[in-house]
Protein backbone atom coordinates (compact mmCIF):
# COMPACT_ATOMS: atom_id res chain seq x y z
CA UNK A 1 0.00 0.00 0.00
CA UNK A 2 0.82 3.79 -0.95
CA UNK A 3 -0.15 6.50 0.69
CA UNK A 4 0.65 10.75 -0.53
CA UNK A 5 0.04 13.51 1.70
CA UNK A 6 0.09 16.16 -1.09
CA UNK A 7 0.39 20.36 0.72
CA UNK A 8 -0.53 23.60 -1.82
CA UNK A 9 -0.27 26.73 0.10
CA UNK A 10 -0.73 30.34 -1.86
CA UNK A 11 -2.91 32.26 0.89
CA UNK A 12 -1.22 33.49 4.10
CA UNK A 13 -2.28 35.50 6.42
CA UNK A 14 0.80 37.69 7.36
CA UNK A 15 3.04 36.69 4.52
CA UNK A 16 3.27 37.14 1.02
CA UNK A 17 0.89 35.02 -1.21
CA UNK A 18 2.20 32.43 -3.78
CA UNK A 19 0.14 31.66 -6.97
CA UNK A 20 1.31 28.38 -7.84
CA UNK A 21 1.13 26.20 -5.23
CA UNK A 22 -2.07 24.85 -5.08
CA UNK A 23 -1.87 24.13 -8.96
CA UNK A 24 1.57 22.25 -7.80
CA UNK A 25 -0.14 20.10 -5.23
CA UNK A 26 -3.25 18.72 -7.08
CA UNK A 27 -1.27 17.87 -10.57
CA UNK A 28 1.24 16.00 -8.22
CA UNK A 29 -1.28 14.42 -6.41
CA UNK A 30 -3.33 13.46 -9.97
CA UNK A 31 0.07 12.08 -11.79
CA UNK A 32 0.88 9.73 -8.95
CA UNK A 33 -2.33 8.50 -8.35
CA UNK A 34 -1.95 6.19 -11.05
CA UNK A 35 0.47 4.26 -13.40
CA UNK A 36 0.33 5.25 -16.98
CA UNK A 37 -1.72 2.25 -17.87
CA UNK A 38 -4.10 3.09 -15.51
CA UNK A 39 -3.32 0.68 -12.47
CA UNK A 40 -3.47 2.00 -8.77
CA UNK A 41 -0.61 3.61 -7.24
CA UNK A 42 -0.68 6.14 -4.04
CA UNK A 43 -3.51 6.84 -2.23
CA UNK A 44 -3.83 10.70 -1.94
CA UNK A 45 -4.79 13.36 0.47
CA UNK A 46 -4.64 16.77 -0.96
CA UNK A 47 -4.57 19.78 1.13
CA UNK A 48 -4.36 23.50 -0.39
CA UNK A 49 -5.36 26.96 1.56
CA UNK A 50 -7.83 27.42 -1.02
CA UNK A 51 -10.27 24.82 0.53
CA UNK A 52 -8.57 24.20 4.11
CA UNK A 53 -7.18 26.76 6.92
CA UNK A 54 -3.34 25.03 6.55
CA UNK A 55 -2.49 26.29 10.43
CA UNK A 56 0.71 25.10 12.12
CA UNK A 57 -1.69 22.50 14.17
CA UNK A 58 -3.04 21.35 10.86
CA UNK A 59 -0.31 20.61 9.13
CA UNK A 60 1.60 18.69 11.97
CA UNK A 61 -1.34 16.27 12.71
CA UNK A 62 -2.24 15.15 9.24
CA UNK A 63 1.98 14.63 8.30
CA UNK A 64 2.08 12.53 11.84
CA UNK A 65 -0.61 10.98 10.66
CA UNK A 66 0.76 10.27 6.90
CA UNK A 67 3.74 8.28 9.08
CA UNK A 68 1.64 6.74 11.44
CA UNK A 69 0.25 3.68 9.69
CA UNK A 70 1.68 0.99 8.27
CA UNK A 71 2.45 1.05 4.69
CA UNK A 72 5.28 0.27 1.74
CA UNK A 73 5.13 4.02 0.89
CA UNK A 74 4.57 7.09 2.39
CA UNK A 75 5.16 10.55 0.53
CA UNK A 76 4.91 13.81 1.76
CA UNK A 77 4.52 16.71 -0.63
CA UNK A 78 4.79 20.37 0.29
CA UNK A 79 4.67 23.45 -1.96
CA UNK A 80 4.76 27.20 -0.32
CA UNK A 81 7.16 29.06 1.80
CA UNK A 82 9.74 27.88 3.26
CA UNK A 83 12.98 29.29 5.19
CA UNK A 84 15.88 28.76 6.94
CA UNK A 85 16.10 30.84 10.36
CA UNK A 86 19.20 31.44 11.59
CA UNK A 87 18.19 31.91 15.21
CA UNK A 88 17.38 28.32 15.48
CA UNK A 89 19.13 26.61 12.76
CA UNK A 90 16.55 25.04 11.52
CA UNK A 91 14.58 24.35 7.85
CA UNK A 92 11.18 25.67 8.36
CA UNK A 93 8.09 24.84 6.39
CA UNK A 94 5.63 27.58 6.71
CA UNK A 95 1.82 27.28 7.41
CA UNK A 96 -1.02 29.12 6.26
CA UNK A 97 -1.11 31.43 9.53
CA UNK A 98 2.87 32.06 10.18
CA UNK A 99 3.45 35.43 11.57
CA UNK A 100 6.53 36.86 11.06
CA UNK A 101 9.64 35.68 13.87
CA UNK A 102 6.96 33.68 14.93
CA UNK A 103 6.91 28.95 14.60
CA UNK A 104 6.92 27.56 11.29
CA UNK A 105 7.50 23.38 10.92
CA UNK A 106 10.49 22.34 11.65
CA UNK A 107 12.12 20.17 8.99
CA UNK A 108 13.88 17.82 11.47
CA UNK A 109 10.57 17.21 13.25
CA UNK A 110 9.36 15.81 9.82
CA UNK A 111 12.54 13.67 9.79
CA UNK A 112 12.27 12.32 13.10
CA UNK A 113 8.45 11.57 12.51
CA UNK A 114 9.49 9.60 9.30
CA UNK A 115 12.33 7.77 10.63
CA UNK A 116 10.11 6.98 13.86
CA UNK A 117 7.52 4.94 11.20
CA UNK A 118 9.55 1.50 11.93
CA UNK A 119 6.53 -0.01 9.76
CA UNK A 120 6.54 1.95 6.84
CA UNK A 121 9.48 0.62 4.44
CA UNK A 122 9.91 4.22 2.59
CA UNK A 123 9.56 7.48 3.69
CA UNK A 124 9.88 10.16 0.81
CA UNK A 125 9.90 13.62 1.29
CA UNK A 126 9.47 16.31 -1.08
CA UNK A 127 9.60 20.01 -0.74
CA UNK A 128 9.03 22.97 -3.24
CA UNK A 129 9.80 25.73 -0.91
CA UNK A 130 12.48 28.41 -0.62
CA UNK A 131 15.72 27.80 1.17
CA UNK A 132 14.59 23.85 2.16
CA UNK A 133 18.26 22.66 0.92
CA UNK A 134 19.49 22.10 4.62
CA UNK A 135 17.03 19.08 5.58
CA UNK A 136 18.71 16.47 6.61
CA UNK A 137 22.09 18.22 7.53
CA UNK A 138 23.46 17.43 11.10
CA UNK A 139 24.39 20.64 12.90
CA UNK A 140 27.69 20.38 14.57
CA UNK A 141 29.21 18.64 12.20
CA UNK A 142 31.70 20.14 9.30
CA UNK A 143 30.82 19.93 5.47
CA UNK A 144 26.92 19.29 5.85
CA UNK A 145 27.32 15.85 7.23
CA UNK A 146 23.78 14.28 6.12
CA UNK A 147 22.09 11.87 8.91
CA UNK A 148 18.43 10.13 7.69
CA UNK A 149 16.65 7.45 9.20
CA UNK A 150 16.63 4.08 7.06
CA UNK A 151 14.33 4.11 3.99
CA UNK A 152 13.70 8.31 4.35
CA UNK A 153 14.62 10.11 0.89
CA UNK A 154 14.27 14.03 0.76
CA UNK A 155 14.42 15.88 -2.65
CA UNK A 156 14.29 19.72 -2.53
CA UNK A 157 14.22 22.45 -4.89
CA UNK A 158 16.83 24.69 -4.01
CA UNK A 159 19.88 25.00 -1.85
CA UNK A 160 19.89 25.96 1.62
CA UNK A 161 20.08 30.03 0.82
CA UNK A 162 18.47 29.50 -2.45
CA UNK A 163 14.91 30.47 -3.52
CA UNK A 164 12.27 28.13 -5.27
CA UNK A 165 11.03 29.74 -8.04
CA UNK A 166 7.50 30.21 -9.84
CA UNK A 167 6.62 30.06 -13.37
CA UNK A 168 3.32 29.66 -15.73
CA UNK A 169 0.86 28.69 -13.10
CA UNK A 170 3.69 26.13 -11.26
CA UNK A 171 6.81 26.39 -9.42
CA UNK A 172 9.78 25.80 -11.02
CA UNK A 173 10.60 22.69 -9.69
CA UNK A 174 7.72 20.85 -9.72
CA UNK A 175 7.19 21.54 -13.67
CA UNK A 176 10.31 19.63 -13.97
CA UNK A 177 9.53 16.94 -11.36
CA UNK A 178 5.90 16.28 -13.29
CA UNK A 179 7.46 16.64 -16.54
CA UNK A 180 9.67 13.40 -14.96
CA UNK A 181 7.25 11.78 -13.42
CA UNK A 182 4.90 11.87 -17.04
CA UNK A 183 7.59 9.89 -18.52
CA UNK A 184 11.23 12.09 -18.89
CA UNK A 185 13.10 10.35 -16.12
CA UNK A 186 11.77 6.89 -17.00
CA UNK A 187 14.58 4.25 -17.37
CA UNK A 188 14.62 1.40 -20.09
CA UNK A 189 11.89 -0.48 -18.16
CA UNK A 190 9.53 2.40 -17.77
CA UNK A 191 10.31 2.92 -13.84
CA UNK A 192 10.48 6.45 -12.57
CA UNK A 193 12.44 6.60 -9.14
CA UNK A 194 13.76 9.42 -6.84
CA UNK A 195 17.28 9.07 -8.12
CA UNK A 196 16.39 9.49 -11.46
CA UNK A 197 14.14 12.31 -10.93
CA UNK A 198 16.86 14.16 -9.47
CA UNK A 199 19.22 13.76 -12.59
CA UNK A 200 16.40 14.64 -14.68
CA UNK A 201 15.74 18.07 -12.60
CA UNK A 202 19.52 18.68 -12.30
CA UNK A 203 20.58 18.08 -15.81
CA UNK A 204 17.45 20.96 -16.86
CA UNK A 205 18.46 23.36 -14.47
CA UNK A 206 22.02 25.51 -15.24
CA UNK A 207 24.43 26.43 -12.87
CA UNK A 208 23.39 29.93 -12.17
CA UNK A 209 19.72 28.52 -11.41
CA UNK A 210 17.90 27.19 -8.39
CA UNK A 211 19.75 23.67 -7.90
CA UNK A 212 17.57 20.58 -6.38
CA UNK A 213 19.07 18.96 -3.58
CA UNK A 214 18.56 15.12 -3.16
CA UNK A 215 19.66 12.66 0.10
CA UNK A 216 18.54 9.57 0.33
CA UNK A 217 19.28 6.09 2.82
CA UNK A 218 18.19 3.36 1.15
CA UNK A 219 19.18 0.17 0.05
CA UNK A 220 17.17 -0.16 -3.52
CA UNK A 221 15.09 2.55 -4.88
CA UNK A 222 11.64 2.26 -5.04
CA UNK A 223 9.50 3.47 -8.31
CA UNK A 224 7.41 6.40 -7.71
CA UNK A 225 5.57 5.89 -11.08
CA UNK A 226 5.95 3.02 -14.35
CA UNK A 227 5.27 4.31 -17.52
CA UNK A 228 5.14 2.61 -20.74
CA UNK A 229 8.49 1.06 -21.03
CA UNK A 230 11.43 1.77 -24.30
CA UNK A 231 11.42 -1.83 -24.71
CA UNK A 232 9.61 -4.68 -23.69
CA UNK A 233 10.58 -7.28 -20.97
CA UNK A 234 10.44 -9.81 -23.11
CA UNK A 235 12.94 -8.51 -25.69
CA UNK A 236 15.19 -7.88 -22.98
CA UNK A 237 15.13 -11.24 -21.62
CA UNK A 238 16.46 -12.42 -25.10
CA UNK A 239 19.68 -10.27 -24.62
CA UNK A 240 20.87 -13.18 -23.02
CA UNK A 241 19.79 -15.70 -25.60
CA UNK A 242 21.29 -13.67 -28.65
CA UNK A 243 24.33 -12.62 -27.07
CA UNK A 244 26.12 -15.32 -25.13
CA UNK A 245 28.68 -12.74 -23.51
CA UNK A 246 28.80 -9.19 -22.95
CA UNK A 247 31.44 -9.18 -25.90
CA UNK A 248 29.78 -11.39 -28.36
CA UNK A 249 29.08 -9.92 -31.98
CA UNK A 250 25.41 -10.85 -33.50
CA UNK A 251 25.85 -11.97 -37.30
CA UNK A 252 23.83 -10.23 -39.23
CA UNK A 253 23.40 -10.69 -43.31
CA UNK A 254 20.76 -9.05 -45.72
CA UNK A 255 18.41 -12.07 -44.35
CA UNK A 256 17.71 -9.81 -41.23
CA UNK A 257 16.61 -6.77 -43.91
CA UNK A 258 12.75 -6.82 -45.24
CA UNK A 259 14.30 -5.06 -48.75
CA UNK A 260 16.43 -7.60 -49.56
CA UNK A 261 15.62 -10.32 -52.03
CA UNK A 262 17.13 -12.89 -49.41
CA UNK A 263 14.69 -12.22 -46.73
CA UNK A 264 13.73 -14.13 -43.82
CA UNK A 265 10.61 -13.63 -41.85
CA UNK A 266 11.77 -15.14 -38.77
CA UNK A 267 14.94 -12.93 -38.97
CA UNK A 268 12.97 -9.67 -39.40
CA UNK A 269 11.33 -10.34 -36.25
CA UNK A 270 14.46 -10.57 -34.68
CA UNK A 271 15.86 -7.47 -36.22
CA UNK A 272 12.61 -5.35 -35.55
CA UNK A 273 13.63 -6.11 -31.91
CA UNK A 274 17.70 -5.42 -32.29
CA UNK A 275 16.70 -2.46 -34.14
CA UNK A 276 14.65 -1.02 -31.42
CA UNK A 277 17.54 -2.11 -28.53
CA UNK A 278 19.67 0.26 -31.39
CA UNK A 279 17.18 3.26 -31.15
CA UNK A 280 17.74 3.12 -27.51
CA UNK A 281 21.53 2.45 -26.73
CA UNK A 282 21.45 -0.90 -26.00
CA UNK A 283 23.27 -2.13 -28.88
CA UNK A 284 25.20 -0.94 -31.73
CA UNK A 285 26.37 -1.83 -34.88
CA UNK A 286 30.00 -3.38 -36.11
CA UNK A 287 31.18 -1.43 -38.96
CA UNK A 288 28.75 0.24 -39.97
CA UNK A 289 27.07 3.67 -39.00
CA UNK A 290 23.55 1.75 -39.00
CA UNK A 291 21.82 -1.47 -38.06
CA UNK A 292 20.34 -1.58 -42.10
CA UNK A 293 24.44 -1.19 -43.85
CA UNK A 294 25.40 -4.22 -40.68
CA UNK A 295 22.50 -6.59 -42.28
CA UNK A 296 23.44 -5.69 -45.20
CA UNK A 297 27.19 -6.31 -45.71
CA UNK A 298 27.14 -8.72 -43.25
CA UNK A 299 29.01 -7.66 -40.33
CA UNK A 300 27.19 -7.90 -37.43
CA UNK A 301 25.86 -5.63 -33.91
CA UNK A 302 27.30 -6.05 -30.23
CA UNK A 303 25.96 -4.50 -26.90
CA UNK A 304 26.94 -1.12 -25.95
CA UNK A 305 27.85 -0.74 -22.11
CA UNK A 306 24.23 0.13 -21.28
CA UNK A 307 22.55 -3.19 -23.17
CA UNK A 308 25.57 -5.69 -21.25
CA UNK A 309 23.56 -4.14 -17.92
CA UNK A 310 20.29 -4.92 -18.91
CA UNK A 311 21.60 -8.83 -20.27
CA UNK A 312 23.33 -8.82 -16.71
CA UNK A 313 20.03 -8.08 -15.24
CA UNK A 314 18.08 -10.34 -17.50
CA UNK A 315 20.87 -13.56 -16.30
CA UNK A 316 19.27 -12.45 -12.70
CA UNK A 317 15.48 -12.53 -13.53
CA UNK A 318 15.12 -9.00 -12.31
CA UNK A 319 12.55 -8.57 -15.24
Known amino acids: MRKGLFIGINNYQYVSPLSGCHNDAIATASLLERHANGRPNFSNKVLTSAQDNLTLATLKQHIKSLFSDDCDVALLYFAGH???????????????DFEPGGEGIRISDILNWATDASRIKNKIIILDCCQAGAAGAMRGLRAGTSVLGEGVTILTACKQHQSALETGG???????LLQALHGGAANVLGKVTPGSVYSFVDNALGAWEQRPVFKTNVSQ??????????IAEETLRKLKDWFTDASYVFPLDPSFEPTADTFDPDNGEIFSQ?????????IEPVDAEHMYYAAINSTGCRLTALGAYYRELAIKGHF
Not at 82 to 96: A, M, R, S
Not at 221 to 230: C, E, N
Open 221 to 230: FVPLRDVAPL
Open 82 to 96: GQFDTNIDEGLLIPQ
Open 274 to 282: LQKCNRHSL
Open 170 to 176: HGVFTGL
